[in-house]
């Protein structure tokens, strides 16, 4: 029923009332037949009282009639009485159907204001003219396909791209990228030289910037590009071990090498992908690449074909030894190509702690100091 519906409704009293009339009753007659005083009938038929779930039953039975007529009657009239919703209610329902809009409030990519303000700042966040553009909303008209990226993925990434546009770094160079690889191999031997690779990253003019996961987001990485010349590398962290640290950050470096995502930014949820021909060429040597940077490959398929399907923790630790890499790299290498997941998770350390206080981050506690 429409709210034009409700405009003429009456109290069920206003029925009531033609009822006693039409059989001759008085109200004293209905209070004496509901075993109500008759003050009781009086403020319902004067319209006010309502009628609650049991009178609308007493009054079914004394009138032969449904208990719905009554309950339905009320209802109606409620309806019709109640005052219109705000209608910042629905705009703010639109907002957060497709993405965590108190999430991004609680984080402080947005502010807590009025419906209006709060789709101004949204479209100003997705970089589109108004509202209606925002990716996602219902009847949006879109200026770039973003069909294939979820809600909290693209949040996450809008959020990524607008911390590293406020970034002052070099120019970037790929020559020096390239040259920064033996170095940051280099850093693999221990955890905690993990903090230098925010620095290295920088001096080579890419913006790495670390931003917390939101709910259900599942993204590990991504790449993208301010322009042509300028490229981003966004972390989450998602899974806070050394291996997958290392892994997500060499195979996004290979798309910035390779100049992937220029038109259009790379977003990884590497849980969801494996290895394998199914996967796009770009994707395959993006594994590769991180993989054989982590562990050298041949290294690795030696090392697992002499000693699989038992992996001591004495093999392991000699193993990561010789090649001067942190133990938790060779776990998770073995982790990735066997499927046992429990397999010395010990080794498997966490990297937030060291990486995180030098770099450029928003999420944990912390909101990145740009502009809204």
Wanted: glycine share 6%; charged share 25%; proline share 6%.
């Amino acid at each position: 029923m429409n709210d034009a519906a409700y405009m003429d409704i009456d109290h069920p009293g206003v029925f009531i009332k033609e009822e006693l009339e039409a059989r001759g009753w008085s109200q004293r007659d209905l209070a004496y037949i509901l075993g109500v005083p008759e003050q009781a009938v009086n403020l319902i038929i004067s319209g006010k009282r309502g009628v609650s779930p049991e009178m609308a039953k007493a009054l079914g039975e004394a009138f032969d009639v449904t208990p719905d007529l009554f309950a339905n009657l009320q209802r109606m009239f409620e309806m019709a009485k109640a005052r219109e919703p705000d209608p910042a209610v629905g705009r703010r329902a639109r907002l957060q159907s497709a993405y965590p809009i108190r999430e991004m409030i609680k984080r402080g990519w947005l502010q807590d204001t009025d419906a209006a303000l709060l789709e101004a700042q949204m479209a100003k966040f997705f970089l589109v003219a108004n509202s209606n553009e925002i990716p996602h909303l219902a009847h949006a008209a879109k200026k770039t396909d973003y069909s294939d990226t979820p809600p909290s993925q693209l949040a996450w990434l809008f959020r990524v791209r607008q911390i590293a546009s406020e970034m002052v770094v070099p120019k970037y160079s790929e020559k020096a990228l390239r040259e920064v690889l033996p170095r940051l191999q280099q850093l693999l031997v221990d955890v905690e030289e993990a903090r230098h690779v925010p620095r290295l990253l920088a001096e080579c003019g890419v913006r790495l910037v670390f931003v917390e996961c939101l709910p259900i987001a599942k993204i590990d990485g991504a790449c993208m590009w301010l322009n042509k010349q300028t490229p981003v590398i966004g972390m989450s962290l998602r899974h806070d071990r050394v291996d997958n640290f290392w892994f997500v950050l060499r195979h996004e470096i290979e798309h910035v090498l390779n100049k992937d995502g220029q038109d259009k930014p790379i977003v990884e949820d590497l849980d969801a992908g494996s290895e394998g021909s199914e996967l796009p060429p770009h994707e395959v040597a993006a594994n590769d690449a991180a993989a054989n940077f982590v562990v050298a490959r041949a290294e690795m398929d030696s090392f697992v074909a002499r000693k699989a399907p038992f992996f001591a923790e004495r093999d392991i630790l000699g193993f990561a030894r010789r090649l001067q890499i942190h133990p938790g790299l060779v776990v998770g290498q073995i982790q990735r190509r066997t499927g046992r997941w429990d397999l010395l998770r010990r080794h498997l350390v966490k990297v937030r702690p060291h990486v995180l206080p030098g770099a450029m981050i928003d999420g944990w506690g912390h909101v990145a100091p740009v502009s809204l």
